[in-house]
Structure formats: structure tokens, C-alpha cells
């Protein structure tokens, strides 16, 4: 069974861009989350979608969006870069416990 | 605020010996724990879990002990395996039914020497 497929793994982008990041679960979970991972904060959850609904949220501004696709892949957007969004961006499919992608290496220059 | 704390960023421990990470929560809420496990360059793996329920939870070599009024958690390794050397993450969430907002802790990296 293919595992969670993050695209791309590794972006370079410039202050004041906005990014898109691609997250496809595993098959058959329709449960998808996000979430942040740096140096000083650790993993910090983003947001959730459940069959096309974002059911949970954490506490990020509103640069940072998502939205699930009916064949449950979910994509993330942030807006407006600022160097502190650079990070490892790390998505998760779930039916129980969460499976996680190896994620996008975010770098904001 | 740091809602889930793990106040050791790194642990060393020789093979065969018992590997003990510790992790601490504030949120009475939560009642659902979780132990991942990180390798460089990979997304965390689940290891194991636990109930607010219990106070113990058994995996193979995994053990997780749950202390709620002490809002206290943690995970043995016993024996520890050279392989067992990655970073170790504690979660926590409110409820395991109302979807995963996991809180995780910042993490201990754990080196298992020959």
C-alpha cells in the first residue's frame, strides 16, 4: 500500500511569494492533516480535512489555508512568505493513528 | 504555549540497556497519547499509544505508562537497539473521536550505542 505522497519535497521561494503544497493520503483514509515542524517550535498542527471540510484548525494567521479534494487529496497555500514560514511541512492521512508523508522542505529566502 | 513538554532533548543509552523518554502534559483535556518516532529526512512514524483509560499500554519492546494526575507520560525501550536511535515525539490530544489536532512535544533525540 503506497504510503502518504508529499510534492514536492523540496521549494525555494522569496519573501512576499505564495506557495502551494501537494498531500496525497493513503488510500482509503479520508482524514488529512498538516502540520509545521521547525527547529524552535517543534510540530505544530496547521489544520485538518475531513471528506472536503476542515474539521479542526491551530493557530496560524490567515496566510496559511488549505482544502481536500473529493478523491481526498489536499493541498496547502501560504501566502505572502515571510522567512519564518521556512520549515518542514509535513502532511498526514489517517483512519486510526496518523500516517505521515516525508514532507516538503519549505525554505523562504 | 507549549501544551505537551519533553524536557530532555537528548538521551544516550547503551544496547541491551532500558531507554526511558519522558514527556509531560498541561491540558487536563487531553486524553489520548501518542509516541512517534522520527529518522532524519522522513516523516514521523507511529510507535505506539495510549488511553486516558489505562495506565499502561504494552508493545513488544515499547511501553508506555500513563501517570494523570501527575500529567505525566513515558516510554520505555527495553533492550534498546542501536536502531532505535531517532528522535521520539509525545502528542496528545483531547479526543481521539473529534478528529487529530495533535500537540506534540519539541522531541528527544535518542542515540542507542553499541
Known amino acids: 500500500k503506497a504510503g502518504v505522497t508529499q510534492t514536492p519535497r523540496y521549494l525555494i521561494k522569496t519573501r512576499g511569494q505564495q506557495v502551494t503544497l501537494s498531500c496525497s493520503p493513503i488510500?482509503?483514509?479520508?482524514?488529512v492533516s498538516w502540520y509545521q515542524q521547525t527547529p524552535g517550535q517543534g510540530l505544530q498542527f496547521l489544520f485538518e480535512y475531513f471528506s472536503e471540510t476542515q474539521r479542526n484548525k491551530g493557530n496560524f494567521p490567515g496566510r496559511f489555508s488549505g482544502r481536500q479534494f473529493s478523491n481526498s487529496r489536499s493541498e496547502m497555500n501560504v501566502s505572502t512568505l515571510e522567512l519564518g514560514d521556512s520549515a518542514l511541512y509535513l502532511c498526514a492521512s489517517s483512519l486510526t493513528e496518523l500516517s505521515f508523508g516525508s514532507g516538503t522542505r519549505l525554505t523562504v529566502v | 504555549d507549549q501544551q505537551v513538554k519533553q524536557n530532555s532533548p537528548s538521551l544516550s543509552v547503551q544496547e541491551g540497556r532500558i531507554s526511558i523518554l519522558n514527556c509531560d502534559y498541561t491540558n487536563s483535556m487531553f486524553d489520548y497519547f501518542l509516541w512517534y518516532k522520527k529518522y532524519p529526512a522522513e516523516g514521523p512514524t507511529f510507535l505506539i499509544s495510549?488511553?486516558?483509560?489505562?495506565d499502561k499500554n504494552e508493545d513488544g519492546r515499547f511501553t508506555v505508562f500513563l501517570n494523570k494526575s501527575a500529567k505525566h507520560l513515558s516510554l520505555h525501550i527495553v533492550p534498546s537497539q542501536p536502531g532505535d536511535s531517532a528522535v521520539y515525539f509525545c502528542a496528545a490530544t483531547p479526543n481521539s473521536n473529534s478528529g487529530y489536532a495533535l500537540n506534540f512535544g519539541k522531541g528527544t533525540s535518542l542515540l542507542v550505542t553499541p
Open positions: 488510500s482509503g483514509h479520508r482524514s
Open positions: 495510549i488511553s486516558s483509560i489505562k
